[in-house]
């Protein structure tokens, strides 16, 4: 199948270098024709992302910092100058201090609780709406989320109390925006090996567990969650809003350890 995205806009948020989910979103998007603009947070990350970003012609590469409403006012003000409306949104967007992605919940502090959730959470809310405003034609809006949100991970913590909001977001969202034909989605990905990733107290442990564990028998890479992504922002989902998908390798229908493994 070609040009799935052919004549569509979009803004691609949470690119900190190549390894980064929203990387492997961005590609498969552009090899299917899609016309990009990407944000970067900060100037050190701005030194990796524009060329990656100019390795697909993106029409617009902009600073944004979600804890800052200006920056993001910024920047759907600069895409409404370049392009007039939008077609599909993704936001790849997490944070919480690595000192409380260890050890228990119960010792979030009330700092760290409220940053995490504008950033990991809240964000969305507010790029959605911003966004949903440049689609008079209709669009997709997709952000990113971890099985955390409704089993217990080990050390993913406020995390996964963050992401429990984000996927709820997306039901309200989606049906906030569905009587103007825009579709909001999550995917959930199984652990990939990126900077957000490594925050995580012995998430090589997690990342080895799931592989070992998930009936594929494997975790899951950045094009096979640009995949899934192309999916949910191209028409092929033109009936689909409001979903939690997961891409997992199948990690999250499992209750127990794999037979073989045990046996081992
Ligand atoms: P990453 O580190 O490559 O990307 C995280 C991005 O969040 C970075 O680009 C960073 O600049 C951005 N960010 C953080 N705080 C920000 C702020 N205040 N303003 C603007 N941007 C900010 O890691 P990733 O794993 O690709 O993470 C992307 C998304 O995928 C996150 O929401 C993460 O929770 C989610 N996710 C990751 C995994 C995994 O195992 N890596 C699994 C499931 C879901």
Sequence with gaps: MQDLMKGKRGLVMGVANDHSIAWGIARKLAA???????????????????????????????????????????????????????????????????????????????????????????????????AAELMSGGGSLLTLTYAGSVRVMPNYNVMGVAKAGLEASVRY???????????????????????????????????????????????????EIGGSALYLLSDLASGVTGEVHYVDSGYHIVSMPALDELKK
């Excluded at 970003?53 to 409403?69: I, W």
């Excluded at 925006?177 to 652990?191: D, K, M, Q, W």
């Excluded at 090589?204 to 564990?213: P, V």
Aim: charged share 25%; with cysteine.
């Design 173 to 223: 969202l989606a049906n906030d925006f569905g009587p103007s034909g825009i579709r909001v989605n999550a995917l959930s990905a199984g652990p990939v090996r990126t900077l957000a990733g490594a925050g995580i107290a012995d998430a090589r442990h997690m990342f080895a567990y799931q592989a070992r564990n998930a009936p594929l028998r494997r975790t899951v890479d950045i094009d």
């Design 32 to 130: 299917q024709g899609a016309e990009l603009a990407f944000t970067y947070q900060g100037d050190a990350f701005g030194r990796r992302v524009k060329p990656l970003a100019e390795s697909l012609g993106a029409s617009l590469v902009l600073p944004c910092d979600v804890e800052d409403t200006a920056s993001m006012d910024a920047v759907f003000g600069a895409l409404k100058d370049e392009w007039g409306g939008m077609d599909f949104l993704v936001h790849a967007i997490g944070f919480s201090d690595k000192n409380e992605l260890k050890g228990r919940y119960a010792d979030t502090t009330r700092d760290n609780f409220v940053r995490t959730m504008v950033i990991s959470c809240f964000s969305f809310t507010e790029v959605a709406r911003r």
